[in-house]
């Protein structure tokens, strides 16, 4: 009788082990409210998007922290829009392509937004051989390497893009290409290129 209980205690702790081990695995969200065929789903059932859900909790509970006094609460309500661009996913040809570029991407922009990760000095451009067109950029150590560029009172996050030569960096409708000390930038979508100087 005894040596039944023990088996029945190690039976227990091997069940509750096993159920630790698939939690730590798998996103941040629970998996059992999830609908069958959705794209939470499609997380829920791949190790690697589970792993970017759970890197992409740390990096928003961190920019939490940093945004907590943030008047309007900015943050929640862009990561509600991020929350629905990436279940609009099951429109795309490749869905799993298109929920790992929404995380990865969106894992970049909280680092760089809120200063999550090393970031270089902010380096000076003029722009069109005029000192007041200027151009403002921080780099930042993300993965994929990602930069926020400030023109005005407009700015844009860019991440870096594979390139024959220099430093190509890609936002939503601007560009940053630095090669041999110039940079050819183009500020906003349609616009002509401009050649800028560092500083």
Known sequence: MQQLKMRLAC????IAATSFSFAAEGPSFDCRKVQQGSIEAQVCADPELSALDRTLAEVYAAASAKAKNERPPVLKTEQRGWV?????????????????????????????QYRLVEASPATFYACNGDSRD???????????????????DRSSLMTIQPSGSGSRYQGRNESFWEHQGEATVVWGYGAPEMKCRKK
């Open 84 to 112: 629905k661009g990436r279940n609009d996913c099951w429109k795309a040809a490749d869905k799993r392509d298109c929920i790992e570029f929404a995380y990865r991407n969106r894992i970049v922009e909280l680092q760089a």
């Open 11 to 14: 039976l227990s702790a091997g």
């Open 134 to 152: 200027e151009v403002v950029v921080t780099f930042f150590r993300t993965d994929p390497p990602s930069l926020i560029a400030e023109r005005g």
